[in-house]
């Protein structure tokens, strides 16, 4: 009966070696503080965020970077909705000793949970906001925080009619569409970084901006 209404579309054979597309994002290699801040971002639309949960102990989550090839991962509750981020800086710095000296453990007993930078200490961005800064607008503001990393949101502003009816403790809905790194900043500044610390990141860019 559904052939009389609706044709069949044609098909074809697969040919050999037929690959599955995965999302890939090509950011510029190199930019400069004038480059608009989309050139310095990874866009989650386009390259998928590798998350964990929180009870994972961090040896778990160190693996799970590894396999993937990632140096963050996104920490989430199993709504999918953001607790925090965990790096690899983290994991192999001292927060992991600090959380063992407290609890008494093994560092294969520590979890994700113990080490992660919380949802309420990370710096988010109005996606609105990025559309027209710049390089130098993002480092700025990542110093002025004193943050490595930085979330782009997408925030789904309520209509009059859901205004009126939205009760008060009720907050607007955030999406996490995007990232910026101070690593990957550097990365495509061209410098050459001699250290993971913060503070040489941000006295690198601050001798490029001198020039």
């Keep these: 009966m559904i052939r009389d209404f609706f044709l069949p579309l044609p098909v074809i054979s697969l040919a050999d070696g037929a690959t599955v597309f995965h999302p890939r994002q090509s950011l510029p290699e190199r930019v400069t503080l004038e480059s608009p801040a989309l050139e310095v971002m990874t866009d989650l639309r386009q390259v998928p965020a590798v998350t964990i949960e929180p009870e994972v102990t961090v040896e778990g989550a160190n693996a799970k970077m590894i396999r993937k090839g990632v140096r963050l991962l996104f920490v989430t509750d199993a709504r999918h909705r953001l607790l925090g981020l965990i790096t690899a800086t983290d994991i192999l710095g001292e927060k992991v000793v600090q959380a063992m000296q407290e609890r008494g453990v093994s560092r294969q ?80 500044l061209g410098l050459q970084l001699q250290s993971l610390e913060l503070a040489t990141t941000f006295a690198e860019v601050e001798v490029l901006l001198a020039h």
């Design 109 to 188: 007993e520590v979890l994700v949970r113990e080490i992660m930078t919380p949802r309420e200490r990370l710096v988010a961005i109005d996606l609105h906001e990025v559309g027209g800064a710049k390089v130098g607008h993002v480092l700025s503001t990542l110093k002025q925080a004193g943050r490595q990393h930085a979330m782009v949101v997408e925030i789904s502003h309520p209509s009059f009619h859901e205004q009126l009816v939205m009760l008060p403790q009720v907050s607007t809905p955030h999406t996490v569409r995007g990232l910026f790194s101070t690593t990957q900043i550097a990365r495509q």
